[in-house]
């Protein structure tokens, strides 16, 4: 199906550039199927059949992008492990999943895994594997939840479903080959591939690969390359924001933005549009699921609410009676994930969806995410969540990174992290705790100097949480740490 797909937009044309990483390397669109050849061969060599589970740990490249096509062309299963996760994390996946091969740069596998390894650079082979003659529908992919529900886990996609996922979502979204994308996630999360690579290369379109953490070179990039699709988290588009209003830079190209999920909130909006001119457009979704809700309203999305993307069904599960426009998101999908590792040999299509997540229905029907049902806290004011709290104390302290992790034990009470340093956190400890007050919350505050993140970019609550519960013990604690290492 990918490959299928891909051959068409080769034969489309086969010499505008399909990938540009972020030293400049290039590739065509025969280029790449050269390279996709290439690794199928290699792939088909080593003994690799349909169905096999191959883990890769692997940077961002060109050459990555070129696997993720030459796995899904031969009916391989990917399960991609961070180059962040430690060794133990690495051991437990690779037993867990039972992986025929782990897929690093230059094939190297640590001391004490019995597994064998690849090396994605490599000599080229010449070796003409033919297409499969069925269309292939069994597993795809792996991938590692956030951890957001919990104990992080392997969420399972089937090639068919992940497919027509794509294909839905370029449609609704009304991508195609004109398009100019911007990826700065690794390429081991769906964000990256779902959004970036697979709807731009599907589609005949160009891509980009970019890093997180270089703000003013991904700011160069969408500037002079006209780029006009990104999806980014909050915290990202606010350093383009800052970046480009000290460097007096305006995107008008940039006419799809994307960013999702309860944790963009109005201020993020206002202040990307005040400083480089780019109006946000809100989606939400799921690793598990796929895209469940957006808006793609050209106007200024404050307060808004989105929809029901294309054909997917999305209800609202009502938690109290007596407010019956707030519940958790429930939705169905004919091209949903097919749930959880191990796969269950009953098929989740046309289950309906639990998400976790509460929303509040507007009047007119939109739905407007508040964030998890973990983060409700119930403070003097009423109940209110983490994500909207977390903004509103950015805004008001200019804070970079703000997380706010209700107690599990007592909604009454939360820890509120704050990314600065020590003189910085002691310069804003007074306004903060007047704001909290201000907000009727309840909360041991500390300060870190770099909150630390999950592979995908968001902060990790776990992490934080784990480490940060034990040293709140009285009702006003106020600590600064280093790191929390």
Sequence with gaps: MFQQQFHRMVARDQHKLAVIDHLGATRTYAELLHDINQLRGRLHAAGLCEGDVVATQLGNSIGYVALLFAMASLGLVHCPINLASSPEHRALRLDQVHAALLITEHGWVPEGLEIAGFALCAAQITVNIPGHGHALSGLMRMQETSGSTGTPKLALWRQDCLFREIMHWVECAGLDATDRYLNIHTLDGGHAVDLHVFPALLTGAMLYLGEATQVEENLCTLAEQRITVMSALPSQYLELAHSAQHQGVRLPALSNPFCGGAYLDDPVVVETERCMGVRIKRIYGSTEFGMILANFDAGLQVSCGLRALGDVKVELHVLDPAQPDIGEIVARSSHRGSGYFPLSADSVEGEAYFSGDIAQRQANGNLMPLGRSTDALLTRQGTQFAPALEGHIALALALTRVVVLVDVEDRRRAHVVIQADAKRAHDAQ????????????????????????????????????????????????????????
Excluded: N, S, Y
């Excluded at 007050?437 to 993140?453: K, S």
């Design 430 to 485: 007074a306004k903060l705790v007047q704001l909290l007050d201000t907000l009727g919350v309840r909360a041991g505050i500390a300060a870190l100097e770099r909150i630390p993140l999950t592979p995908t970019g968001k902060p990790d609550r776990a992490t934080l949480r784990k480490q940060l519960a034990a040293l709140h013990t009285v009702k006003d604690a106020f600590i600064i740490l280093k790191d929390l290492t």
